[in-house]
């Protein structure tokens, strides 16, 4: 084997590796129990942003069903999956929030995420994350 034949397949070993690297998917998450997520907002904003959150699970953010939209609207850059506690009731006239569950994406992942409608409860709010960019690894 020559040098220059060495000098190639050394050269293509690494090519694989930085393809290998440059592909590789790496996730931030993030679980907070916020104790209300609308005088939290700011912080799950910031916290979000500053350390890159990938996907965050929020408990407690004591939201009704008609409030879940709020959730979506602290960051435009990140959608979400919530549920609010069912003994709830929307009519009373003492109206204070509690319990709730969410999940909250970067809205780059929608095309790896699918929301896990079929669970019937409203403590647990799921998500199938599938990651397609798997490569076999070959030195």
């Known amino acids: 084997m020559t040098v220059l034949t060495k000098l190639m397949k050394h050269l293509i070993f690494l090519f694989k590796i930085y393809i290998f690297s440059a592909i590789l998917m790496k996730l931030n998450l993030l679980s907070w129990n916020v104790d209300g997520v609308m005088q939290s907002a700011l912080a799950l904003d910031n916290v979000s942003s500053n350390y890159d959150i990938d996907i965050c699970a929020i408990s407690e953010h004591k939201l009704f069903n008609d409030n879940l939209y709020f959730v979506d609207s602290i960051n435009n850059q990140y959608e ?44 647990i709010v799921g998500i199938e994350v599938v990651i397609s960019n798997c490569v076999r690894f070959e030195a």
């Open 80 to 123: 979400s999956f919530s549920r609010s506690d069912a003994s709830l009731d929307p009519f009373n006239s003492f109206r204070r929030g509690k319990g709730g569950v969410s999940l909250v994406w970067k809205r780059n992942l929608n095309a790896q995420i699918t929301r896990l409608t079929s669970i019937e409860c409203d403590r």
